[in-house]
């Protein structure tokens, strides 16, 4: 069956410093990947989507990779705040349904 | 971006009582619509597909017949969890897609905190 790992339950990530969080799929060939945040007692908030043929994504402080022959897509934050302190979940499609990791909770610590 | 609303944001009920959730997508029309549950700490788990006209479609292990989905309209979508227990004390999060973005994105609700006692 399919499954979605986000490696770190938790992240402990200094101000200023770069996160970098790791997504890793199995038994999947999806074509395409996303990643969403969400705060506590919050829905989902879409971030960046990355296609199989896009190596890299940018917006902002944000960056994502996708590589299709490791199946992993990671995701950085640059000069992170601890504004940025959530959980971040990585998600693929399935049948035009999306599929989620169970998400790595970010803390930026001041 | 497009936005979807739930009502109502949280919500405390008997146990055996029958609670209605509506999800609505507010400056778009979608077709489609999905539910999810999130339990503390844990992701967001599939319950179902909600296509306008026609049935829903389940995810396995979702009982269909305690988790009621009407999608009357293109911007309304409804679950309501019948004969509710504590066991369905949950995070409920709608989403609806659009298929006029370029990406289909699918946007999410804020989630309706049910808690049964």
């Known amino acids: 069956s399919q499954k979605i790992e986000q490696n770190s339950e938790a992240l402990n990530i200094q101000e200023g410093k770069t996160a970098t969080l790791t997504c890793n799929y199995t038994?999947?060939?999806?074509?395409?990947l996303q990643w969403y945040r969400q705060d506590p007692g919050r829905g989902p908030v879409f971030l960046l989507l990355i296609r199989e043929n896009e190596k890299e994504k940018r917006k902002e402080r944000l960056k994502v990779t996708f590589d299709t022959t490791l199946k992993q897509s990671l995701f950085h934050i640059t000069a992170s705040q601890p504004a940025d302190s959530a959980t971040y979940l990585c998600?693929?499609?399935?049948?035009?349904?999306?599929?989620f990791g169970k998400g790595t909770r970010l803390h930026i610590l001041p | 971006g497009a936005v979807v609303s739930q009502h109502p944001s949280w919500v405390i009920c008997k146990s055996g009582t029958s609670v209605k959730i509506e999800c609505r997508s507010l400056d778009f029309q979608a077709t489609t619509m999905f539910w999810y549950r999130q339990f503390p700490k844990q992701s967001l788990m599939l319950m179902a597909t909600?296509?306008?006209?026609?049935?829903?479609?389940?995810e396995q292990g979702v009982e269909k017949d305690k988790f009621l989905i009407n999608h009357a309209s293109l911007t309304l979508s409804t679950l309501t969890v019948t004969s509710a227990h504590p066991e369905d004390s949950s995070f409920y999060i709608c989403s609806a897609r659009d298929y006029q973005s370029s990406y289909n994105e699918q946007f999410f609700g804020p989630g309706t905190r049910l808690t049964v006692l």
């Open positions: 038994n999947y060939s999806p074509a395409y």
């Open positions: 998600a693929l499609d399935l049948d035009d349904k999306i599929i």
């Open positions: 909600s296509n306008e006209g026609s049935k829903a479609t389940y």
